[in-house]
């Protein structure tokens, strides 16, 4: 039995990830990006990320000097590292919604990136710069700076059409930017935010409290199983005047699972 190790003649292309995290502050949805602080690109703003951590060779001496924190174990672990370490941001779930790897997209040669999105309750971060970022802000979508580095303006574009689809077809995906306990009014107006586009809150309501076809079982989860119960008082603590809204509570873990599987379309 042949041993040797299958070496392909052709080149092979570097791997990375990039990272698009989204945010809700005071209605308006914005995306974090940093500033890259070398070239290429240096200065100009982009969505963190960077390459992939493999393993050398077995018969490549560094190989030995390797650790598991050494290697990315997986794609996503590779977008989870690179956020954290240029933005201090650490995504609680991450979901592949692309790829891309056109001829001359990066300068430095041919590098096919891995994208994914995450969306983050802004009072759970605090922002830090470092590693390869000169700086890490939050920008309203609609309020990006240009030019953005390497092709990221295509990939923010899917980024943005995949949560929107996502917050349409699946009604926990928004939870992850929810309070740990909401009323409908707070999911309204999150779902508005992150669609981009108004819907009547009757409409809504109905939309994610029942089944698309009565009597048959549920394709999908509704938010009724989230209610915990009422809400007596207001946020300082008084009693309502009026009658009390239904009181719903964030799981833990929301539905949208870290993978490096991307969700098929609804």
Not at 107 to 115: A, C, D, E, F
Not at 143 to 171: G, M, N, S, V, Y
């Amino acid at each position: 039995m042949n041993s040797k190790p299958i070496i392909y003649a052709h080149p092979h292309p570097a791997v990375t990830t990039d990272v698009a995290a989204f945010t809700v502050e005071a209605g308006t949805l914005s995306l974090l990006l940093i500033q890259r602080n070398e070239a290429p690109f240096e200065g100009t703003w982009a969505l963190p990320g960077g390459f992939l951590r493999v393993e050398y060779p077995n018969n490549d001496p560094r190989r030995s000097e390797q650790t598991d924190d050494d290697i990315d174990a997986s794609l996503s672990a590779c977008a989870s590292r690179e956020a954290k370490e240029e933005t201090g941001v650490a995504p609680e779930r991450l979901e592949q919604f692309g790829a891309y790897g056109d001829q001359g997209r990066d300068p430095r040669g041919r590098v096919v990136t891995i994208g994914f999105c995450a969306l983050v309750r802004h009072a759970d971060v605090r922002l830090k710069a470092a590693s390869d970022a000169r700086d890490a802000r939050w920008f309203p979508v609609d309020q990006l700076p240009a030019p953005l580095a390497f092709d990221h303006d295509r990939i923010i574009k899917e980024a943005l059409t995949h949560i929107k689809e996502r917050a349409k077809a699946d009604c926990d995906f928004i939870l992850a930017l929810a309070p740990d306990e909401f009323v409908f009014d707070d999911y309204h107006a999150l779902f508005e935010a992150v669609t981009g586009e108004p819907i009547d809150r009757a409409n809504l309501h109905k939309r994610v409290h029942e089944p698309r076809d009565p009597g048959r079982s549920l394709d999908r989860p509704t938010l009724n199983r989230h209610i915990v119960g009422k809400r007596l008082t207001t946020a300082n603590g008084e009693k309502l005047r009026h009658r009390p809204p239904v009181l719903y509570r964030r799981p833990s873990a929301p539905s949208a699972v870290t993978s490096d599987h991307p969700e098929e379309k609804s």
